[in-house]
C-alpha cells in the first residue's frame, strides 16, 4: 500500500458526459502528479500540483482539467468523453516539488461506451 | 523532439540476470526513473539516476551515461516475481515514460 488513495476504483460512463476522478496524497506529501495509461501509448504524465498551484502540465487535453484544494486533495475533471478516452488513470504523489520519488495510487479505470 | 525508447518485450530465465536498456533523447535532463509494473498494478519506484554511473540496491542495479543518452536496469537472480513491465522515464521540465519492458521470466 503506497499511501495514496483514488476513488472511484472503477468508472462507466457514456460517450459525452463528465466524471471527476479524486487523489488523496501520502500524508506529507505535497506533489500529486496524474498520468493516464492506456494499452497503445503507455504512461502520459498530464499534470502536476505543488501545494495548490498547477507545476508542470504535459500531454493534457482541453477537455480535462485538475485542481489541487487546500487540504492537498486532487480531482482530474474529464469531459465530453470520447471512447478512445477510455484508460486506468493514476495519481501519484510526491514530497518535494521535484520529481523526486514518486508513490501510485491503485489507479481508476475508466470505461467510455 | 523528445524520445525514450526501450525493448518491448524480453525473456530470461529464473534465477539468471537480465539488463534491459534504455535511450532518451530530451531537451533537458534532469534525472532518469525506472519503475516495476505488475500487470493491472500501480508502478512502483525502483531508482532515480542523475549522475553518470551504477546505482546499486540490492538485487536490482541502474546506469546512467549522459552523454549517450542510456541507462539500463540490471536484475540478477531472477525470481518469478520479478515478471512485470519495467518502465524508463526521463525527468525534463516534465516526467515523460517510455512505452515499457514486458519482462518474461521462465522457469
Known amino acids: 500500500d503506497s499511501g495514496v488513495t483514488q476513488t472511484p476504483k472503477h468508472l462507466i460512463t457514456a460517450t459525452g458526459q463528465r466524471v471527476t476522478l479524486r487523489c488523496s496524497p501520502r500524508s506529507g506529501d505535497l506533489s500529486v502528479y496524474w498520468y493516464q495509461q492506456s494499452l497503445d501509448q503507455g504512461l502520459q504524465f498530464l499534470i502536476q500540483?505543488?501545494?495548490?498551484?498547477?507545476?508542470a502540465k504535459g500531454n493534457i487535453l482541453e477537455r480535462f482539467s485538475a485542481q489541487q484544494f487546500p487540504d492537498l486533495h486532487s480531482e482530474l475533471n474529464l469531459s465530453s468523453l470520447e471512447l478512445g478516452d477510455s484508460a486506468l488513470y493514476f495519481c501519484a504523489s510526491s514530497a518535494g516539488e521535484g520529481y523526486n520519488e514518486q508513490f501510485f495510487g491503485p489507479g481508476t479505470r475508466l470505461t467510455v461506451l | 523532439g523528445q524520445n525514450i525508447d526501450q525493448p518491448t518485450e524480453m525473456t530470461a530465465t529464473e534465477g539468471a540476470i537480465v539488463q534491459i536498456n534504455c535511450t532518451y533523447q530530451t531537451s533537458g535532463f534532469n534525472g532518469l526513473f525506472w519503475y516495476q509494473q505488475h500487470a493491472g498494478e500501480a508502478p512502483t519506484f525502483l531508482s532515480y539516476?542523475?549522475?553518470?554511473g551504477l546505482e546499486e540496491k540490492g538485487r536490482f542495479s541502474s546506469f546512467l551515461s549522459r552523454s549517450k543518452g542510456y541507462s539500463y536496469l540490471l536484475l540478477k537472480e531472477l525470481q518469478m516475481k520479478d515478471s512485470a513491465s519495467y518502465l524508463c522515464?526521463?525527468?525534463?521540465?516534465?516526467?515523460?515514460f517510455g512505452k515499457g519492458t514486458r519482462l518474461h521470466i521462465l522457469p
Open positions: 522515464a526521463v525527468w525534463d521540465d516534465k516526467i515523460i
Open positions: 539516476n542523475v549522475l553518470d
Open positions: 500540483y505543488y501545494n495548490g498551484e498547477e507545476r
